[in-house]
Nanobody, 123 residues
Framework: QLQLVESGGGLVQPGGSLRLSCAAS????????IGWFRQAPGKEREGVSC????????NYADSVKGRFTSSRDNAKNTVWLQMNSLKPEDTAVYFC????????????????WGQGTQVTVSS
């Protein structure tokens, strides 16, 4: 049974950077697409970035293109989300989740959700 655990969130000033990690256990990660999602207070959960099992295909929400980068190392069973030039509107709980195929980067297509990690961007 695949389990995912997010870490790396915290408080950062606007313009700063954070790197989130998604660590897998219970199964090897090499067959799974991994998505990053976020949910801010009062808003729906939204896709941030999804990366295919090989890392060849990656997509990003328009709001984070050019600022966020998703990467993975299947040998380490870990996926990362590098977040640069952070803005207050990036404040949310960030989740990682898995899919068996490379699917649209929307929450309903993913499963095996982690517990989430809080990212707060504030001066």
């Amino acid at each position: 049974q695949l389990q995912l655990v997010e870490s790396g969130g915290g408080l950062v000033q606007p313009g700063g950077s954070l790197r989130l990690s998604c660590a897998a256990s219970g199964d090897t990660l090499d067959t799974y697409t991994i998505g990053w999602f976020r949910q801010a207070p009062g808003k729906e959960r939204e896709g941030v970035s999804c990366i295919s099992s090989s890392g060849i295909s990656t997509n990003y929400a328009d709001s984070v293109k050019g600022r966020f980068t998703s990467s993975r190392d299947n040998a380490k069973n870990t996926v990362w989300l590098q977040m640069n030039s952070l803005k207050p509107e990036d404040t949310a709980v960030y989740f990682c989740a898995a899919a068996y195929l490379f699917r649209p980067c929307v929450p309903e297509k993913y499963h095996n959700w982690g517990q989430g990690t809080q990212v707060t961007v504030s001066s």
